[in-house]
């Protein structure tokens, strides 16, 4: 997976001058975090549900091995190819060899944050093989050039005009309404013929079910099960950590997903397949691409409980303000933060598990209960091992020294009010003034206060 | 009850008011408070910038300072956490929690004729969870009037050296606050955190707004 370009810092500089992206962000969020609230609501037994599913995660996590040779023989046995794939190149070289193998020179694609992860559409195309995005947000970005800057909602940093006229520019010419039911009318007539024509189909998985072999996918669309009934052949990739251990686990993440993903009782499209029928193929690709690392550490690796719902994007102040771009990764917000810095590195990623408040409401709403402020400290731990600079290492055990006796902070403190009026100009502090006023240290301390008493 | 005061690096050095207020309102309410003279910092500020050995250490250094009182309070919720649900020490309490939760008291006999509004801190609600221990103590001052912020339960972008780390998201966050708490129409906004209202107030201030930012033990320490 693709390390960020640039420190969140930078990047969030940049996004952040984006006024119009923040407002519509803003609005975006809010509507998605307030249906959300509104139908965990009326569920009496949620925190039961987020117990299990958090439980039912930690269990596959600690036999994963165990459980992942119980779905490859699942799904050999109703049919299916399973190939297991160390990173992205082998995840796409299946794929790849798949489609060639069959003589597609293209490939429908539904909506998959993994197969986005290892960059499959990029290196089919080094192949001649041409991949098109069939969710209409993804078609969007794909039309574009653009990446995803939400889990849910890939564009919803694009607004309908800046669509009209990219679809006039590609795939509709002419088209003048920026009305919605228009926007994916042209989508659907453009995309229907790609339907009918691709030989081969790719997906993703939101679960993988260890007992049967059966894959599951959740949408909104319908464009998802398109790409999986219409093409002959169907290749499906999915990360290890997809799997849940029986058909009926399945019962607890159908409530989590979409009542935490778009705030629905139920998502309109819920497919379900086990192996392949007669003169149809099937083949899973089981993608390990840094996951075996992020196991091996046992507080980071609560992140691969994550089902993917974005519940933590919408109700996080950061992601809320900077959007997704500024993660520089497919993962954004706070599971982000988490998930990335441990599948491409720390040291490659050293300032995201910084990129929060630690405010702590992405684990309030986690239907996993991923607990993202713990791992955010944990991983800032490690990235100070790894990354920190000695001025920062060295003012940090200065102030650890001053902290360790009271006659040294005593003087630090009489130190820092003769400083004040220098000091807010220097270093960290003129950070803080560029913005915002700093109260003048009184003239006398509590504990001065205190001994006079 | 023994009662300790713990103050908080952030509180001893910034907002020694708080300090104060929180020593006037115990006392009212009859306790005697002591102040370990050799307290500093719980260690947070090391714990959430990635220096988890030199706060486990400034951690164990609190434990002994504190060693033998029946409470701990503190006029900070975060530092409070911290020492509490990250460190294990049963006995901390935040102030308004101590009063609600512990004493069982809600009217402190304070009297505050103003409009106020308040902003829940995030480790206020989500680490030590105080419930709404500081709305009751509020609704029982005499002649306050509480005036709810919209979106009360979103951070103020305060965390730490996140605001300087991070200064630009940190500052577009305070300044929707700032908005929420203008938009109130109130006199003052109060918290649990002088963290958190160093961020407010340093952004009220900035923006020549009207609004002041009050830690809740000054409140409930005037008559």
Known sequence: ?453 | MRVALFVTCIGDTLFPEAGRATVSVLERLGHDVAFPSEQTCCGQMHLNSGYSAEADRLAARFRSVFDGFDAIVSPSSSCAGTMREHYGVENVYELSEFLVHRLGVEDVGARFPHRVTYHATCHSLRVTKVGDAPQRLLQGVDGLELVELSRPRECCGFGGTFSIKNADTSSAMLADKCADVEATGAEYCTALDGSCLLQIGGGLSRGRSGVRAIHLAEILAST
């Open chain 1, 1 to 453: 997976m693709r390390a960020p370009a640039e420190s969140f810092p930078a990047a969030a500089r940049r996004e952040l001058a984006n006024v119009q992206l923040r407002t519509n962000l803003r609005k975006a969020t809010d509507t998605i975090r307030d249906k959300r609230a509104r139908v965990v609501g009326e569920m009496p037994d949620w925190e039961d549900l987020r117990d299990a599913g958090r439980a039912i995660k930690a269990d596959l996590l600690a036999h994963l091995d165990d459980y992942l040779l119980q779905f490859e023989e699942a799904v050999q046995a109703a049919g299916g190819h399973v190939h297991w794939a160390r990173d992205a190149a082998e995840a796409n070289a299946v794929v790849a060899d798949v489609a060639r193998s069959h003589g597609a020179d293209e490939v429908v694609k539904m909506k998959s944050l993994t197969t986005d992860e290892i960059e499959l559409n990029d290196a089919l195309a080094e192949h001649g093989i041409c991949a098109t995005e069939t969710d209409f947000a993804e078609l969007i970005l794909q039309l574009d050039g653009d990446w995803s800057s939400h889990i849910l909602v890939p564009a919803i940093h694009r607004n309908r005009t800046e669509i009209r006229d990219l679809f006039a520019r590609t795939i509709a010419p002419g088209i003048v309404s920026d009305d919605p039911r228009d926007l994916a009318e042209a989508a659907r007539l453009y995309l229907r013929e790609k339907f009918l024509a691709a030989r081969v189909g790719v997906s993703g998985a939101n679960f993988g079910v260890a007992e049967t072999g059966t894959i599951c996918i959740v949408e909104s669309e319908g464009n998802g099960r398109m790409c999986t009934t219409l093409p002959r052949v169907l290749v499906t990739v999915l990360g290890i950590e997809k799997l849940v251990p029986t058909f009926a686990d399945l019962e607890v993440f159908l409530q989590l997903l979409p009542r935490s993903s778009t705030g629905e009782r139920m998502n309109p499209y819920t497919s379900l397949w086990t192996g392949a029928t007669e003169g149809q193929e099937l083949h899973v690709v089981l993608l390990d691409n840094g996951r075996t690392r992020v196991l091996a550490d046992d507080v980071g690796r609560q992140a691969l409980h994550c089902i993917r719902c974005s519940a933590c994007l919408n109700v996080c102040p950061v992601y809320s303000r900077t959007g997704g771009h500024a993660y520089g990764s497919v993962y954004p917000g706070p599971i982000g933060a988490i998930l990335t810095p441990q599948l491409v590195g720390i040291e490659n990623a050293a300032s995201l598990p910084f990129a929060s408040s630690l405010c702590g409401a992405c684990y309030e709403v986690c239907p996993v209960k991923i607990d993202i402020p713990s791992v955010l400290l944990h991983l800032r731990t490690r990235a100070v091992s790894a990354r920190a600079g000695r001025a920062e290492r060295a003012g940090m055990g200065l102030v650890a020294w001053m902290f360790s006796g009271r006659r040294r902070f005593g003087a630090a403190q009489r130190l820092a009010r003769l400083a004040q009026p220098f000091a807010l100009r220097l270093g960290p502090l003129a950070a803080w003034t560029r913005t915002r006023d700093l109260k003048p240290m009184p003239k006398e301390t509590f504990g001065e206060w205190w001994r006079k008493r």
